[in-house]
């Protein structure tokens, strides 16, 4: 799966050592460019691979990402581990997201028969009743 957007937050990096030997993690926030922007946190592992991608709070990327399951202590976890980043150039981005002319599409004009109220007329009758049915 790939996802765009611009990373927010990088998160400092998490050591450790296991039975194969010592490990290092590190998580970065990014956040999409759609109408209603959405944030989701994955992570690399692996120090070669944090020092080969060098992610920036604020760059432009692509995140390839695989997303797994684990269970424990009963509570079940997603997991979204990244394996390709690839930057993108800004300028493109803020091209492509600039809102359109404001000139309306034939989606958004008003019907054709334009003389037709969308609503009945109200009547001002001495109903106590208000209700339109």
């Not at 760059?59 to 979204?80: M, P, T």
Request: glycine residues 8%; proline residues 8%; hydrophobic residues 40%.
């Amino acid at each position: 799966m790939e996802l765009q957007g611009r990373v927010i937050v990088v998160m400092e990096p998490r050591e450790g050592t296991s039975a194969r030997g010592p490990w290092k993690s590190q998580q970065y926030v990014i956040e999409t460019h759609d109408q209603y922007p959405k944030k989701m946190v994955f992570d690399i592992f692996g120090a070669d691979r944090i020092d080969q991608f060098a992610i920036k709070a604020g760059e432009e990327i692509i995140v390839s990402f695989d997303v797994d399951a684990h269970e424990y202590q009963g509570r079940w976890f997603n997991n979204i581990r990244a394996w390709n980043i690839q930057r993108v150039d800004a300028a493109a981005v803020q091209a492509a997201g600039s809102p359109a002319s404001a000139t309306p599409t034939q989606g958004t004009q008003a019907p054709a028969g334009g003389s037709q109220a969308p609503f009945p007329p109200t009547t001002s009758g001495s109903d106590a009743d208000d209700l339109p049915f």
